[in-house]
T-cell receptor
Framework: NAGVMQNPRHLVRRRGQEARLRCSPM?????VYWYRQLPEEGLKFMVY????????ESGMPKERFSAEFPKEGPSILRIQQVVRGDSAAYFC???????????????FGSGTRLTVV | AQSVSQHNHHVILSEAASLELGCNYS??????LFWYVQYPGQHLQLLLK??????LVKGIKGFEAEFIKSKFSFNLRKPSVQWSDTAEYFC??????????FGDGTTLTVKP
């Protein structure tokens, strides 16, 4: 019973290149969340998606960053024209539908560590 | 916007010492509260959660947390820590569905 799968685990990109980070949620989970962890900092919310819908992107930088969660396949976090400041660990989490009982805890993936050189 | 404060950035304890990690949040409405743990080299795992009912919540590995609504706090406790508890601990808050807001984390080092 696979948990949240993220790939790649490590990604090195030169400045100006594109980075594509993938996240397959846990089986049965329909909600995906992306967080970024900068060195010596906590987890910062980026975006919350359901299948084919962006629910909350209030944490996404206005430029160069985009996310999708298509009907089929994993969720993708895409960073265009990467800069050194994008170097961080990017974590994906998933949860079942919250329903009326309130939120659920997240199941996290192992993260993708992006290094921009 | 809601925020979460974890008072201690780094805590160092000897084995068998008692642990209490502080967490305060800013939102005044109904919230769901969580503690997550990240062991070295591993992903974040849910330690315990509070939605409603008994404000004293028991989680895995002997951890517990107490929700004190009047203090907007959700402190994590363990009576006797072990070397294997060395990890980073994150407090998180969400409001019935949607995103969780995380604290900056507390690194716990337990000396054998």
């Amino acid at each position: 019973n696979a948990g949240v799968m993220q790939n790649p685990r490590h990604l090195v990109r030169r400045r100006g290149q594109e980075a594509r980070l993938r996240c397959s949620p846990m089986k049965g989970h329909s909600h995906v969340y992306w967080y970024r962890q900068l060195p010596e900092e906590g987890l910062k919310f980026m975006v919350y998606l359901q299948k084919e819908n962006i629910i909350d992107e209030s944490g996404m930088p206005k430029e160069r960053f985009s996310a999708e969660f298509p009907k089929e396949g994993p969720s993708i976090l895409r960073i265009q024209q990467v800069v050194r400041g994008d170097s961080a660990a990017y974590f994906c989490a998933s949860s079942p539908s919250p329903g009326t009982a309130g939120g659920y805890g997240y199941t996290f993936g192992s993260g993708t560590r992006l290094t921009v050189v | 916007a809601q925020s979460v404060s974890q008072h201690n950035h780094h805590v160092i304890l000897s084995e068998a010492a008692s642990l209490e990690l502080g967490c305060n949040y800013s939102y005044g409405g109904t919230v769901n509260l969580f503690w997550y743990v990240q062991y070295p080299g591993q992903h974040l795992q849910l330690l315990l959660k509070y939605f409603s009912g008994d404000p004293l919540v028991k989680g895995i590995k002997g951890f517990e947390a107490e929700f004190i609504k009047s203090k907007f706090s959700f402190n994590l406790r363990k009576p006797s820590v072990q070397w294997s508890d060395t990890a980073e601990y994150f407090c998180a808050v969400n409001r019935n569905a949607g995103k969780s807001t995380f604290g900056d984390g507390t690194t716990l080092t337990v000396k054998p």
